[in-house]
């Protein structure tokens, strides 16, 4: 196994089928190429012939035309090894107007073997150096399913990318665009015949920034544009979504089934247990601790389960596999429950479209009273009854006998997700020291960052883990005997706190600087964030703090910075208590779980207010009674 790191991500790849170190060389190049160090493809051209057959299978036959580049070049046709075959492997010179067919020595293939993907291969050609090159191959797919999306971007420079499409007058073709404002060029036509319809694609694609796991049709933290589509027959016209829903059914069908032992385990859990919501607590969590989470393999194996009984007795599986097992097991109790494709905040779009292009993540949805009631079982810390956290202001799509059902799940509001902090500090100015006791709470699923780390550490681990992380928060000051309460929907931090270095004082005035104070966004410590960030939750944040001075200040009014933009805002206030009382607090509601380039600009505002504030001193005059 070679491990090799792209994009702050590690990579395990095998490459014991280099016969010499010559392709071993080339193909790492190739992988860091993808990260901008080596390889540059430029392509002048890639054509897609993709023809559906009435057999429900279809082929693509691609063309791809390389500019002359004095360097050779490797190009690797990854593919499914569980539905495709990739054949017919041609390379010409281009010398004008003409092609000159040039011998293949070799073409390398072997697995891909990341730790997290089982089903593909790759098929590796050498582009020989200082001429135009075409190359040409056929892709065949026996599930026309798989067929789900067609990517207007790269991220080698192409400067042409063409789509042609047969689709026999059996089929339909349905599609939706993602992300079509930002091509700088887009054509499609279609003509009808009288056996098929030909769909014509033109493209000048957006070039991103790479990472390899395009290659398997995971798009994860990106905003790109792309086609969806979904061919399916004519007994289903005006009907997408149910036909989607249906082959889905009939593909689950024989993975579903609880033998004896599966069966007797659930009952034994659930013994005297009537009420509903009690019952999909205790198997919620049954597979939530019991059953570990695996990594996805492709092809349909990244949406069709392994069996329930295969699940039950390995006690492992990812989404689909764990939600599968969990949605049998409420059924077989009386509870209806229906598994859901669904798409992550990290995916490239929305599952609001039916394609298997839509979604990246199954989850089990049961109902109880009329009301849906969202189960995910690869999430340690949801809550069910709640939105689940990865798909908060999504659209699901629920796989139902009835013919399926778009479902948009509810984001949190900023107020259920409070983060509150409690400070009673005191001065001692002969120490140049503050110090006292703080105590913090997180409602809902704020404190699930944290959650998630108290979870899966021993108790020495996440105690050094949460102590580093809040001196890092209040800017390296020393934080002491420092306590956890995790309960099932609360999270509380007790500690002590001393801070070093913030007051002065000359005759007249005291000085302190509040620079300790938490910062606005716990989980980012940039300055200034970038539009692409991922917050995981919206939130509403207070901070209480008292100090107890060692002397006297005059009374003063309150003051106060206010600053609000759409879904934004932040009210900073300073009060005297008492003759040696002042008390600060802040509220700051952020209503957005992304930062992007609607928010992104107003979002640093706030940050860089808020900062001139806290880095500058506040000065009390010192009383002179």
Known sequence: MTYIAINSKIYIIDFSFMRNTYFLF???????????????????????????????????????????????????????????????????????????????????????????????????????????????????????????????????????????????????????????????????????????????????????????????????????????????????????????????????????????????????????????????????????????????????????????????????????????????????????????????????????????????????????????????????????????????GRTILIIEPSGGEFYDVSPFAPESNEILYRFDLNLNSDKDIIEGSFKINYDGIAGNYLKRIINTKKKTDYTEILKTYYEGIFRDQDISNLSTVNDYNKLSFNGDISILGKTFSDDNNKYLFFDFLPRLFETENRETLMSGTFLGNNFSKRILLKITLDEQIEGFKPVSHEFEEEGVSLKFEINSISSKEIELKYNFVFDYVFIDNKNVDFTNKIITEFNSIINEPFVFKKSKN
């Open 26 to 392: 080339v193909i790492i190049s190739f992988f860091l190429g993808a990260s901008g160090f080596s390889q540059d493809l430029h392509l002048a051209e890639r054509s897609e012939r993709i023809i559906i057959e009435k057999d429900s299978s279809f082929k693509t036959e691609v063309s791809i035309i390389f500019k002359k580049n004095e360097n050779i070049r490797i190009y690797p046709v990854f593919y499914d090894t569980e539905l495709e075959k990739v054949y017919d492997f041609e390379l010409f010179e281009i010398k004008g107007k003409r092609l000159k067919k040039i011998k293949i020595k070799e073409i390398i293939e072997e697995d891909v073997k990341l730790d997290y993907i089982t089903s593909k291969k790759v098929k590796s050609i050498l582009i020989p150096a200082d001429k135009d090159i075409s190359l040409n191959y056929t892709i065949s797919c026996k599930e026309l399913m798989y067929f789900t999306s067609l990517p207007f971007f790269s991220y080698d420079k192409i400067d042409t990318l063409l789509y042609h499409i047969e689709v026999p007058n059996d089929y339909i073709l349905s599609h939706n665009n993602i992300d079509e404002d930002s091509l700088s060029f887009y054509k499609i036509d279609s003509t009808k015949y009288d056996d098929k319809s030909i769909w014509k694609i033109k493209v000048s694609p957006k070039k991103v920034i790479p990472d390899p796991l395009q290659f398997f049709g995971i798009y994860k933290n990106i905003k790109v544009p792309l086609m969806r589509t979904l061919v399916y027959p004519n007994s289903y016209k005006n009907q997408p979504k149910k036909y989607l829903n249906d082959w889905y059914l009939k593909n689950l069908s024989p993975q579903t089934g609880l033998n004896i032992s599966a069966l007797n385990k659930i009952d034994a859990l659930t013994i005297g247990v009537q009420d509903e919501t009690k019952i999909v607590n205790i198997l919620y969590n049954y597979v939530r601790s019991n059953f570990k989470y695996v990594a996805i393999e492709i092809g349909m194996g990244a949406f069709i389960p392994s069996h329930v009984n295969e699940v039950f007795v390995n006690k492992q599986g990812d989404c689909k596999d764990l939600s599968n097992f969990l949605s049998e097991a409420l059924k077989y109790k009386g509870i209806k429950s229906n598994l859901a494709l669904a798409a992550t905040f990290d995916h490239v779009s929305d599952c609001d479209f039916p394609s298997l292009g839509s979604a990246n993540h199954v989850i089990c949805v049961a109902k109880i009273d009329g009301k849906e009631v969202l189960l995910d079982p690869t999430d340690s810390v949801h809550v069910e009854g709640t939105p689940v956290q990865s798909i908060q």
